[in-house]
């Protein structure tokens, strides 16, 4: 049974200026040392950064809570498996939420061009 949906939209140079302002500061603070390896193998690292901030924003939107309500987002992180399919894993209060919910599967989809990176996140529960 699906019990949450979340969505979010970033804007890529918004992130880009954002990163560059305040460098490994912000970087460190929102995402894992994986995600930061990951995104950095890349020409355009702020796409895949902009797709994984939308993925932990979906991700506290489809609990129906906001920032700030005990989840931080480097509590949340993306990563693939090895087919490239992009999944979460869930530390702290954010795994917390999860179980105390009974959710049994977060599902997770992400799509980016060069200026936008979405992603979508379902939660699903049993009867």
Not at 17 to 25: E, F, L, P, T, V
């Amino acid at each position: 049974m699906i019990c949450g949906i979340g969505v979010d939209l970033v804007e890529n140079d918004r992130l880009a200026r954002i990163i560059a302002k305040w460098g490994s500061k912000f970087l460190q603070r929102v995402f894992s040392d994986g995600e930061i390896n990951y995104c950095e193998k890349h020409a355009q690292s702020s796409v895949n950064y902009g797709a994984r901030f939308a993925a932990k924003e979906s991700f506290v939107k489809a609990l129906g809570i906001g920032l700030g309500m005990g989840v931080k987002l480097k509590e949340i992180e993306v990563v693939n498996d090895k087919n490239g399919k992009p999944d979460l894993v869930l530390w702290g209060e954010a795994k917390t939420q999860i179980e105390k919910r009974n959710i049994v599967k977060v599902h997770l989809s992400l799509t980016h061009t060069r200026r936008y990176a979405t992603a979508i996140v379902l939660l699903e529960k049993n009867n």
